[in-house]
């Protein structure tokens, strides 16, 4: 989401727009110059130490990434799209394509109204995943602390790193940047933003998407929020700024001097309440959790909403063997199953999930556990999406073993991984399930907006 512009900070927080050299000279120049907080600031409990957490957002990264691919493409209009049809919905849009007003979430059509000869090309997930693991490459040689946030943004932690006290948290930015150009491309930039936290850093690099580098701190936090809406605030939709209106709330300003009991007329509860108090204020609220994965997913939207019990059965057995290979591919299993269902023209969703007796990983596992919630389904209505999804995950090897058991990995999971072999190396349709032989392989390789679209951590290690 791009933000309004900042306004200038003060002084000694302000960014030089001279050479990269001497905009990080002048970084580590302004560690030694510390601002004292203003009465305002103490007053109203801003986090008044010196920053050193960075968000890092690539720009236009799917269209910008295709773009560093073919060079056709570069200086061209582009919209990545789901799908290669008119009503599909454009998941990423080149700097061009946006200058024209071409921007995520519209349909295919629509972009076509504003620039009929728009290019459209589908995702490419295995390139984004490449380009993020060179992100996250990029970001170990300067902190251990670093946590992908989605496939396209990570944040990094310079407390207690050598280069917090070389370079200042503006010349890691600077060296991200640079080391992008040179070994991801001149088409990928990032955004980068500078604060005392990983909310507050995201803010900063909400400021310029336009590989921006921004900080904001106790000597400009109340100067940039009375640039904002409530809704550039990240975690605040228009459903978030019209509750918190009820209160009297309308700007990020009065959000941030906001009394409990005004923050209750708006509904909100008193734990939700005091982590946004802290959040505004510049402090950290969860911190860094890592970046193993939580859940694992697939959905299809359907080319014609159908309520064919066969139909929806062949589709969500695709959708189990693709969430077991990704489950397997990072060495984890999960005890919970869960289906989701959009169903459409009419509008309303189904969901279900339940616990299994022991973890799984193979998509017949999947599956099966996936049919019985399924089953209970309105069969009268017809169903646009279908999704698959697997939580509670452990490693692997994790949980109790079977005294009685086999020594050896079971019959059916030896048999999946001897598949997702073949597959590596032949494709993913070089091996089906007999009941799928000679159907069309109407499901691919997607990500998900709000997810890291990665398997884990582990799989970046692999050669």
């Not at 691919?69 to 789901?82: E, Q, S």
């Not at 998407?209 to 904001?216: A, H």
């Not at 691919?444 to 799989?459: L, S, V, W």
Request: aromatic letters at 4%.
């Amino acid at each position: 989401m791009a933000g309004p512009s900042s306004p200038a900070p003060p002084a000694g927080a302000a960014l030089s727009p001279r050479s990269p050299l001497a905009r990080a000279r002048d970084a580590c120049e302004h560690l030694l110059d510390v601002i004292p907080p203003s009465p305002e600031a103490i007053e109203l409990g801003l986090n008044t130490a010196n920053p050193a957490t960075l968000v890092i957002d690539l720009n236009c990264a799917f269209a910008s990434i295709e773009q560093q691919h073919d060079p056709a493409l570069r200086g061209r209009p582009l919209a990545i799209a789901a799908y290669a049809t008119d009503a599909a919905t454009v998941v990423s849009s080149s700097r061009e394509a946006r200058d024209l007003g071409i921007k995520t979430g519209m349909r295919v059509f629509e972009a076509k109204a504003i620039f009929p000869t728009i290019v459209v090309r589908e995702p490419n997930p295995p390139r984004y995943r490449s380009v993020s693991d060179k992100l996250m490459e990029i970001l170990e040689r300067h902190s251990p602390d670093i946590l992908r946030m989605s496939i396209d943004e990570a944040s990094m932690d310079l407390a207690g790193t050598p280069n917090l006290m070389k370079l200042g948290p503006e010349g890691v930015a600077l060296a991200v940047k640079r080391a992008i150009r040179e070994e991801v491309g001149e088409c990928v930039t990032a955004s980068v933003g500078i604060s005392t936290s990983i909310w507050m850093a995201k803010q900063a690099s909400n400021l310029d998407k336009r590989d921006g580098l921004q900080r904001i701190d106790h000597t400009n936090l109340l100067a940039v929020f009375e640039r904002l809406q409530l809704t550039d605030l990240s975690g605040i939709a228009e459903a978030s700024a019209r509750r918190l209106a009820r209160g009297g709330i309308l700007t990020p300003l009065q959000f941030l001097r906001a009394t409990p009991p005004r923050l209750r007329l708006a509904g909100m509860h008193s734990e939700v309440a005091r982590s946004w108090s802290m959040r505004l204020r510049g402090f950290e609220v969860g911190g860094f959790e890592g970046v193993k994965r939580k859940s694992y997913s697939h959905s299809h939207v359907l080319a014609r909403a159908t309520a064919s019990q066969s139909d929806l059965e062949e589709l969500l057995m695709r959708l189990s063997d693709m969430v077991g290979r990704r489950l397997r591919a990072a060495g984890r299993r999960g005890s919970v199953v869960s289906v989701g269902i959009v169903y459409r023209p009419d509008d309303g969703h189904f969901s279900r999930q339940a616990k299994q007796p022991a973890p799984v990983a193979t998509g017949d596992e999947i599956y099966q556990a996936a049919l019985q919630l399924l089953a209970a389904r309105d069969p009268r209505r017809t169903v646009g999406t279908l999704g698959v999804g697997l939580s509670g995950l452990v490693d692997g090897e994790a949980g109790q073993l079977d005294l009685f058991g086999e020594g050896t990995a079971p019959r059916s999971a030896r048999l999946e991984a001897a598949v997702d072999r073949i597959r590596d190396r032949f494709g993913e349709d070089a091996v089906q399930r007999s009941r799928l032989l000679g159907r069309a392989p109407v499901v691919r390789d997607r990500i998900a907006f709000g997810n890291t679209g990665h398997p884990d951590e582990p799989a970046r290690n692999k050669s």
